[in-house]
């Protein structure tokens, strides 16, 4: 009888996790290669989570402890921004023309960009002073380039995989594992750093990014791309009298790209310096740092799930609208920070606003790019996002250096203000096939 129970304990729990690797019930009668594809796809997360948080919340901090300035971290972020911004184009025009947008993915996104997380750990054997602060700031940049390049066909991917009846849910289930990884792994590594002289620390760390990178690669290489390898048919070459016919169709689109430029440049004013802010003016350690980055992470797995269930029901741009009315106050609230609790408080709100934000808006985004066209879609969304990050942070960063922190924090929150009452007044609606969703 032990046994026996033992087996049925096993069963079920096998049974509920390949469940929640779906996002729930929902896709219980869907095909076996769709459900195959959402299993892997979220392992893919799960392990890119676990890279990408070592490299998000170390990296900066890295770079400072070869020796950059606040000043050549800002540029650095700029440089970064514009170099993606001239490569997401090319990465739709291979996605149109020749396919193979799985392997593209693999081979930019999984491989060199990852690659170059093993480079960065060992430039200090070879390297030293300043000519290892500015080769360290370049293989930043060549690794956000490639990640970038791959964006296209990896969204392209992503659209066809994940049914859009159950995108809520499911982002909702793989954006919560995300965060589990997330937070455990900023944890460990936060100790590891905060033990250990620099920059040997950050090394291991960026090697440790690297290693759980190649699981993420080997599981996106598992799904079955729905497509094939086939080039993905569009109407009209990828020319810029082109696009410019083909949005017109959709002013949504438009309507959302203008919004999300003056958001996402409000919100690189401020972005690049906050764990800077922490270091150097807080005096934080890297473990303290990490807390708080993880504080964020708990946060947003307390209300992940619910609000994919959410979405689903009342549209993602509801949702959204919510999000961005809060998320304003994170940078005004930093002028008045000067305790560590302070920091924890305000990113346990943070945390909550920004996983609300980062599903829905994502969501929101695959519901207004045409199925066939998305790779060319995104790269043009990805293109005007970037440049807005750009700008944010060059503004940033000259504000830093004539200013203080405080005056980036205050700039942040008012242009952050005007993203939502422009949000709130271009897009009025869902796209139609989300609300007919929605009233389902």
Same mark, same amino acid.
């Given at each position: 009888m032990h046994r026996a129970s033992l087996s049925v304990f096993r069963a079920r729990t096998r049974r509920a996790?390949?469940?929640?690797?779906?996002?729930?019930d929902w896709a219980i009668s869907l095909p076996s290669q769709i459900k195959q594809n959402l299993q892997w796809f979220f392992?893919?997360?799960?392990f890119a989570s676990a890279s990408d948080n070592i490299v998000i919340t170390y990296l900066v901090l890295y770079i400072l402890a070869l020796g950059a300035t606040r000043t050549q971290i800002g540029l650095m972020s700029s440089l970064s921004s514009l170099t993606v911004a001239l490569l997401l184009l090319p990465g739709a025009i291979l996605v149109e023309r020749y396919g193979h947008r799985q392997q593209l993915t693999l081979?930019?996104?999984?491989? %060199?960009a990852r690659l170059v997380l093993l480079v960065l750990a060992c430039l200090p054997f070879f390297l030293h002073g300043q000519l290892l602060v500015l080769a360290a700031m370049a293989f930043s940049i060549c690794r956000d380039a490639f990640g970038n390049l791959a964006f296209p066909a990896w969204m392209s991917v992503t659209g066809d995989i994940v049914p859009m009846e159950g995108r809520g849910r499911y982002f909702g289930s793989r954006n919560f594992i995300m965060g589990i990884a997330g937070m455990v792994v900023i944890y460990l590594v936060g100790e590891l750093i905060t033990g250990t002289v620099p920059p040997y620390g950050y090394q291991v760390a960026l090697g440790l990014a690297f290693l759980l990178g190649a699981f993420s690669t080997y599981s996106f290489s598992r799904i079955r791309d729905p497509k094939g390898k086939a080039p993905i048919p569009v109407?009209?070459?990828?020319?810029?009298?082109?696009?410019?016919?083909?949005?017109?169709?959709?002013?949504?689109?438009i309507s959302l790209c203008l919004v999300m430029v003056m958001w996402n440049f409000s919100v690189n004013i401020a972005g690049p310096f906050f764990n800077v802010y922490m270091v150097q003016n807080l005096?934080?350690? #890297?473990?303290?740092?990490?807390i708080t980055s993880i504080v964020s992470t708990v946060a947003g797995l307390v209300v992940q799930r619910w609000i994919g269930h959410l979405s689903d029901r009342l549209g993602s741009r509801k949702v959204m609208l919510i999000s961005m009315m809060l998320i304003?106050?994170?940078?005004?609230?930093?002028v008045f920070i000067t305790r560590f609790w302070q920091v924890i408080a305000l990113n346990s709100f943070g945390g909550m606003a920004w996983?609300?934000?980062?599903?829905?808006?994502?969501?929101?985004?695959?519901?207004?790019?045409?199925?066939?066209?998305?790779?060319?879609?995104?790269? %043009?969304?990805? %293109?005007?996002?970037?440049? #807005?990050?750009?700008?944010? #942070? #060059?503004?940033?960063?000259w504000v830093v250096t004539q200013w203080n922190y405080q005056a980036i924090f205050a700039c942040s929150a008012i242009g952050r203000i005007i993203a939502m009452i422009?949000?709130?007044r271009m897009l009025p609606t869902s796209s139609e096939k989300e609300a007919a969703l929605a009233q389902a």
């Amino acid at each position: 009888m032990h046994r026996a129970s033992l087996s049925v304990f096993r069963a079920r729990t096998r049974r509920a996790f390949r469940q929640f690797t779906w996002g729930g019930d929902w896709a219980i009668s869907l095909p076996s290669q769709i459900k195959q594809n959402l299993q892997w796809f979220f392992f893919d997360g799960l392990f890119a989570s676990a890279s990408d948080n070592i490299v998000i919340t170390y990296l900066v901090l890295y770079i400072l402890a070869l020796g950059a300035t606040r000043t050549q971290i800002g540029l650095m972020s700029s440089l970064s921004s514009l170099t993606v911004a001239l490569l997401l184009l090319p990465g739709a025009i291979l996605v149109e023309r020749y396919g193979h947008r799985q392997q593209l993915t693999l081979m930019f996104g999984g491989g %060199i960009a990852r690659l170059v997380l093993l480079v960065l750990a060992c430039l200090p054997f070879f390297l030293h002073g300043q000519l290892l602060v500015l080769a360290a700031m370049a293989f930043s940049i060549c690794r956000d380039a490639f990640g970038n390049l791959a964006f296209p066909a990896w969204m392209s991917v992503t659209g066809d995989i994940v049914p859009m009846e159950g995108r809520g849910r499911y982002f909702g289930s793989r954006n919560f594992i995300m965060g589990i990884a997330g937070m455990v792994v900023i944890y460990l590594v936060g100790e590891l750093i905060t033990g250990t002289v620099p920059p040997y620390g950050y090394q291991v760390a960026l090697g440790l990014a690297f290693l759980l990178g190649a699981f993420s690669t080997y599981s996106f290489s598992r799904i079955r791309d729905p497509k094939g390898k086939a080039p993905i048919p569009v109407e009209g070459s990828l020319s810029f009298k082109t696009v410019l016919n083909d949005m017109k169709g959709h002013p949504a689109f438009i309507s959302l790209c203008l919004v999300m430029v003056m958001w996402n440049f409000s919100v690189n004013i401020a972005g690049p310096f906050f764990n800077v802010y922490m270091v150097q003016n807080l005096k934080f350690t #890297a473990s303290m740092v990490g807390i708080t980055s993880i504080v964020s992470t708990v946060a947003g797995l307390v209300v992940q799930r619910w609000i994919g269930h959410l979405s689903d029901r009342l549209g993602s741009r509801k949702v959204m609208l919510i999000s961005m009315m809060l998320i304003p106050l994170l940078p005004a609230l930093w002028v008045f920070i000067t305790r560590f609790w302070q920091v924890i408080a305000l990113n346990s709100f943070g945390g909550m606003a920004w996983g609300a934000f980062n599903l829905v808006s994502f969501n929101f985004l695959l519901s207004l790019t045409p199925p066939a066209q998305r790779a060319r879609y995104s790269a %043009i969304f990805q %293109i005007m996002v970037t440049l #807005a990050l750009a700008g944010g #942070a #060059a503004f940033g960063a000259w504000v830093v250096t004539q200013w203080n922190y405080q005056a980036i924090f205050a700039c942040s929150a008012i242009g952050r203000i005007i993203a939502m009452i422009m949000f709130a007044r271009m897009l009025p609606t869902s796209s139609e096939k989300e609300a007919a969703l929605a009233q389902a």
